[in-house]
């Protein structure tokens, strides 16, 4: 019996044993339960990292391309009494200045339209040597035209990705909506970005909403695809691809929409601080495509304090100008809100 007693106290104190372990256990497993619904809350929670900059200094940070007039002569290394900034059209003092290789986003804006129709093959090569030149960490997206558009590519730096996208392009419908296309690719795609920006256009320029020229063309007005332009931070390099004897002896193209085409596509390299680069053959397009490449591999870094700093939400007009360098232009953000100083401001800026 004293065997018994004590057998059955030993299996009481087991089964009691047994019970606090499992009782231990699910609180454990509760209790990591819960430690993992946090983190995934936290997590949900924490927004995805942004290139804005809101410091309590007040401090602006512009990031600046610098373009050469000379597509053959390359601009050299610039000291930071070489740049003007203004804030509101007040000089600023620069308090820190650099120089790097940074990288950026480009759209290829290719024209598809029936007078590109015979270049296409040389187009899809030369689409193909740009996204070779450029560099691993810089992304690439394809957009062609015609009456239509289509996003072949959305930005990546895959560059086996862009190649087989690029053999896929088709020629596209015998219209040419290019001012639609360029403001799409302005609002649409340049507002995705959070680096530097650049648009290369290719294109002869001519759009069916010219004078006289067949078919319906873009809803958008030149006038307004300029505002869009001046407003945006991209840097836009127009490429014109010379379509004209054939355009004018084959389908009664008039002249004069050519000299407007080409009239728009230098009002466009302008306000970029660009010059229209002329394409008749593949070595022309891979020539401008490195220069392209060369021009936008070197951001200047300059940063000071506004004069007003007052957190107003006021919009600021910035510029940034070269000093005695008159074969070289500037491109920056063309400004901020006050209280909230941010690598890439609202699209829309007031006039």
Known sequence: ??????????TQIEHNTADRFRKLARACLLLCALLVTFAATATAQVPEPQDTIRIDSDLVNLQVSVL????LKPPNFLQQQDFLVKDDGKPQEIIFFG?????FDLVLLLDLSGSTANKLKMIRKSAKRFVQACRPTDRIAVVTFAEDLEVVSSFTSDHKILEHDIDDMERLSDGTNFWDALKFVHEKMVTQSSRRTAIV??????????????GIGSHTKFEDLMEIAKRSDAISFPVYLDTEK??????????????????????????????VRKAAKLADLETIYQQIIRDLGTV???????LNVDRDGR??????????R???????RSGYYAGVIAANPPSNPPR
Do not use: C, F
């Open 1 to 10: 019996m004293l065997w018994l007693g004590a057998s059955m106290a030993i």
């Open 68 to 71: 050469g007039q000379d597509p």
């Open 99 to 103: 120089a790097t290789d940074a990288p």
């Open 201 to 214: 256009l290719m294109t002869d320029g001519v759009d069916n909403a010219l004078p006289e020229v067949a």
């Open 246 to 275: 054939e355009a004018v002896e084959k389908h009664h193209t008039p002249v004069d929409a050519y000299t407007s085409a080409k009239a728009q596509l230098a009002q466009l390299a302008e306000v970029s601080g660009t010059t």
């Open 300 to 306: 200047y870094s300059i940063g000071y304090h506004p």
């Open 315 to 324: 919009w600021h007009q910035v510029t940034v100008s070269l000093v005695n």
């Open 326 to 332: 008159p074969e070289l232009s500037a491109r920056t």
